[in-house]
């Protein structure tokens, strides 16, 4: 391993082969075959599968954290997790660790990207905001090459109605009413989204929420009730009155967890440690 020229007494050598190594990873999966993201006691969670494959190249066994906690059912494109390790494990630059990790993973998961991080960073803590995105397929045929990634919706929707409810879901509200029971007490169901929008391409439509922070299903629930506001079971102007119930009873369907896809975790910006340059430039020991 090689050294940075600051360091110069055997103190410092001795303080920094001990201090970890903090890793991010930038993960993407389908979550068709998994009960979420997180380890599960009874089936496969994706965490577990990325731990094994951790396990196999580091002793000492690394856990990750990660941003999110995805149901069962529900896809990522950018899920944000850390891990750490003692700097005598890892001698490779972080290209090198994606291939490598990639290398043991099934092909359903694979880490887009690993970075130094800094000793501080915290992959949910440290999130600013997170952005999912739903497709539903609005035509009477579903299509084939995306019937695992998206909600068949056959009946014609009311996008005009559908658009004038999106805005009543943006702000600081208690979103108690879209979300399901976790099975746990939670400290406060208030949330803030910053974005709920509704675009179009053909018969693809994609709902883009973002925020704050999300409850269990609460996506789920927006969007349930967006489509079914679409075919005209409740009115763009019930959403004020399903926000102030704060009662799930009120609201609409939860939408199947296959079309929901996390997109985007943000992080506030930092300055990158200087120890970020040595370890992307460590040559690979021989």
């Known amino acids: 391993m090689s050294l940075p020229a600051n360091v110069g007494s055997i103190h410092s050598i001795a303080k920094l082969e001990i201090e970890a190594l903090k890793l991010k990873l930038t993960i ?40 999110s906690r995805t149901d ?7 899920m944000v997790a850390h ?3 003692s700097p005598m494990e890892c001698n490779m630059t972080p290209r090198k660790l994606a291939l490598a990790i990639n290398a043991w993973l099934p092909e359903d998961i694979r880490v887009r990207s690993a970075a130094p991080a800094r000793a501080d960073f915290h992959a949910r803590f ?5 952005q999912y995105r739903y497709f539903v397929w609005n035509h009477a045929a579903m299509n084939p090459l995306i019937r695992h990634s998206a909600w068949h919706v056959p009946r014609q929707l009311d996008l005009p109605a559908m658009r004038r409810a999106l805005p009543r879901f943006v702000g600081k509200h208690d979103f108690q009413s879209f979300a399901a029971n976790p099975g746990y007490s939670k400290d406060s169901t208030v949330r803030r989204l910053t974005r709920c929008e509704l675009k179009r391409s053909g018969a693809l439509l994609t709902f883009i929420i973002e925020g ?17 506001i679409g075919l005209h079971t409740f009115r763009a102007e019930d959403v004020e ?12 369907m939860t939408a199947p967890a296959h079309g929901l896809v996390l997109w985007k975790v943000s992080y506030r910006r930092k300055p990158q440690p200087a120890a970020a340059t040595s370890y992307a430039r460590r040559p690979r020991r021989t």
Do not use: N
């Open 72 to 78: 069962t059912g529900v896809h990522a494109l950018a």
């Open 83 to 85: 891990f750490e390790v």
């Open 212 to 228: 704050d922070g999300f409850l269990y299903k609460m996506c789920r629930g927006i969007v349930g009730t967006l489509v079914q």
């Open 241 to 252: 009155v399903m926000l102030a119930k704060k009662d799930r009873r009120v609201a609409g």
């Open 126 to 130: 440290d999130a600013t905001s997170k």
């Open 28 to 67: 993407a999966y389908d979550g068709s075959l998994y009960q979420g993201w997180q380890v599960q006691k009874i089936g496969t969670g994706v965490q577990e599968k990325i731990e094994e494959a951790l396990a196999k190249l580091f002793p000492s066994r690394p856990r990750l954290h990660s941003s």
